[in-house]
């Protein structure tokens, strides 16, 4: 009973989420839900505000009213207890930010280490496991420059997920990939979703969130202007502006 109840707290949950740039209404009235193992795909046009409800999930950036709650506790605003929370939430850029002057075994067991406060054997024994199921294993011992960019987003993947992370959010994790890496990097996610990892994804790859999501919101404009279940929303879109950008997007 006491598990049944947890379950039904949403992982993440923006309540009523405002934030201006200046005189930009960047997000306005922000309401989602995000259920443990559900996989979101969020999708819309550049400058819609994507990135910026990614970031206030983790309080990368900071919000000027309504809540942002974690497992149905809001989030806190700085300290230790901010860090132990944004640990808890893993995220995957566009740019992978790995250290360029460490090896990719040290770019995933030093959070571990330094946050985690595991033993470096340790560390170092769930890293290579990560690494392999990433496919780059072996090249635990290169440095990032070495690799593609598809094996370096991957070691980005098993970077956060050497955090444990409870959620894992993806802001265009294969938008500046060359199109020959942009499956092995999807097929990674694949597998995570199919694994039953709680996962927001901000994407333009139409055909990973038809056959991956459990739910698209479209955004514009700052606002979720519609969701629902990937079939429903790509096959028959409700709103205009929905139609236009799936048209917009139509042989990418
Ligand atoms: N740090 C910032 N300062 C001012 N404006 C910003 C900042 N970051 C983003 N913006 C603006 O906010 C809007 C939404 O940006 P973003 O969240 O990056 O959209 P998306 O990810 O959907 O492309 C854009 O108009 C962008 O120019
Ligand atoms: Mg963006």
Do not use: W
Request: a negative charge; hydrophobic letters at 40%.
């Amino acid at each position: 009973m006491s598990l049944n109840h947890t379950d039904e707290i949403p992982v993440i949950e923006l309540r009523h989420v405002d934030k201006h740039y200046g005189d930009l209404h960047v997000l306005r009235d922000i309401n989602l839900k995000v259920s443990r193992g559900e996989v979101l795909v969020v999708i819309g046009p550049s400058g819609s505000g994507k990135s910026t409800m990614c970031r206030t999930i983790n309080r990368l950036e900071t919000i000027d009213s309504g809540d942002v709650l974690i497992e149905g506790k809001p989030l806190p605003k700085e300290g230790r207890e901010l860090a132990a929370m944004r640990a808890e939430l893993g995220m995957v850029f566009q740019q992978f930010n790995l250290f360029a002057h460490k090896t990719i075994l040290e770019n995933v067991t030093l959070g571990p280490i330094d946050v985690l406060g595991m033993k470096r054997d340790e560390a170092e024994k769930r890293a290579m496991e990560l690494l392999a199921r990433v496919g780059v294993a072996e090249q635990a011992q290169k440095v990032p420059a070495q690799l593609s960019g598809g094996q370096q987003q991957r070691v980005a993947i098993a970077r956060s997920l050497a955090m444990n992370p409870k959620a894992m959010m993806f802001d265009e994790p294969t938008s500046a990939l060359d199109p020959e890496m942009i499956n092995e990097v999807l097929d990674v996610m694949v597998e995570l979703a199919r694994g039953g990892m709680t996962m927001v994804v901000v994407t333009h790859e139409m055909n990973f969130a038809r056959r991956v999501a459990d739910r698209v919101v479209f955004m514009a404009d700052g606002q979720i202007v519609e969701e629902g279940a990937p079939d429903e929303f790509f096959d028959h879109p409700k709103t205009q502006r929905a139609r236009d950008f799936l048209n917009s997007i139509k042989g990418h």
